[in-house]
C-alpha cells in the first residue's frame, strides 16, 4: 500500500477536463514537502510532468497544471487528448521514512 | 544534455546479488551537487525508491532496503552501480536511475530502465 493514495483510474472524452488527486498525510504532504507528477507512457520511463506543485518544465503543455492543498495535490489536464494516455504518478518525501522519496500508487488515464 | 542508461543481468538466482550499473552522458558524475538514485516498478504496479548518493559518495537508503542495498560511484567510468543482496522474486522489477538535483525534489532526467528477474 503506498503512502501516497491516487484513484486507480479516472477516464474522459477528448477535450474533457480530468483530475487525478493524490492524498497523503501530515508526515509528506502535509509536512510541506513538495508534490511532483510524472506520466508514464506502458514501457516507457516515467517523464517529469509537475515539479515543486505547480510548475511545468520546459516542453511540457499548459493543458497540464498542478495544485497543492494541506495533505494533498492534484494534477489537473484539460483539453483531453487521445497521447494522454497513461499512467501519472505524484512523488513526494515523507519524514517517517526518513525522509525516503515516496510515490503514488499510481492513476491509469483513459481517453474514451 | 545529460542521458542515463542502466545495464546488467536480465536474471538473477533468488539469495545471490543483483548488481547494475548506470552509464551516465553528456555529463560528469561528479559534478553537481546532484543525487543519483535508484527507482524500481515491479510489472503493473508503483515505483518504489531504493535509495540515493551523492556527489561525494554520501548515501541514503530506504529504510525497506537498508540491510541489502549498496550504491557506489564510479568517478572513473561516470557510472554508478547498485548492489542488493540475498534476492527474491518479490525483486523482480524494472529498475531505474535518476538523477535528483540538490535542493531540489523531482527526479529528472530518468534511464530507460532494465528488467532484472529473479528466478531460478
Known amino acids: 500500500q503506498s503512502v501516497l493514495t491516487q484513484p486507480p483510474s479516472v477516464s474522459g472524452a477528448p477535450g474533457q477536463r480530468v483530475t487525478i488527486s493524490c492524498t497523503g498525510s501530515?508526515?509528506?504532504?502535509?509536512?510541506?514537502?513538495?508534490v511532483q507528477w510524472y506520466q508514464q507512457v506502458p514501457g516507457t520511463a516515467p517523464k517529469l510532468l509537475i515539479y515543486?506543485?505547480?510548475n511545468r518544465p520546459s516542453g511540457v503543455p499548459e493543458r497540464f497544471s498542478g495544485s497543492k492543498s494541506g495533505t494533498s495535490a492534484s494534477l489537473a489536464i484539460t483539453g483531453l487528448q487521445a497521447e494522454d494516455e497513461a499512467d501519472y504518478y505524484c512523488q513526494s518525501y515523507d519524514d517517517t521514512l526518513s525522509g525516503s522519496g515516496v510515490f503514488g500508487g499510481g492513476t491509469k488515464l483513459t481517453v474514451l | 544534455q545529460v542521458q542515463l542508461q542502466e545495464s546488467g543481468p536480465g536474471l538473477v538466482k533468488p539469495s545471490q546479488t543483483l548488481s547494475l550499473t548506470c552509464s551516465v552522458s553528456?555529463?560528469?558524475?561528479?559534478?553537481?551537487?546532484?543525487?543519483w538514485n535508484w527507482i524500481r516498478q515491479p510489472a503493473g504496479k508503483t515505483l518504489e525508491w531504493i535509495g540515493r548518493?551523492?556527489?561525494?559518495?554520501?548515501?541514503d537508503y530506504n529504510p525497506s532496503f537498508r540491510s541489502r542495498v549498496t550504491m557506489l560511484l564510479d568517478t572513473s567510468r561516470n557510472h554508478l552501480s547498485l548492489k542488493l543482496t540475498s534476492v527474491t522474486a518479490a525483486d523482480t522489477a524494472v529498475y531505474y536511475c535518476?538523477?535528483?538535483?540538490?535542493?531540489?525534489?523531482?527526479?529528472?532526467?530518468w534511464g530507460l530502465g532494465t528488467l532484472v528477474s529473479v528466478s531460478s
Open positions: 501530515r508526515s509528506n504532504i502535509g509536512a510541506g514537502y513538495d
Open positions: 548518493i551523492y556527489t561525494n559518495g554520501n548515501t
Open positions: 553528456g555529463g560528469s558524475i561528479s559534478s553537481g551537487p546532484y543525487y
Open positions: 535518476a538523477r535528483r538535483a540538490s535542493g531540489e525534489g523531482w527526479f529528472d532526467p
Open positions: 515543486d506543485n505547480t
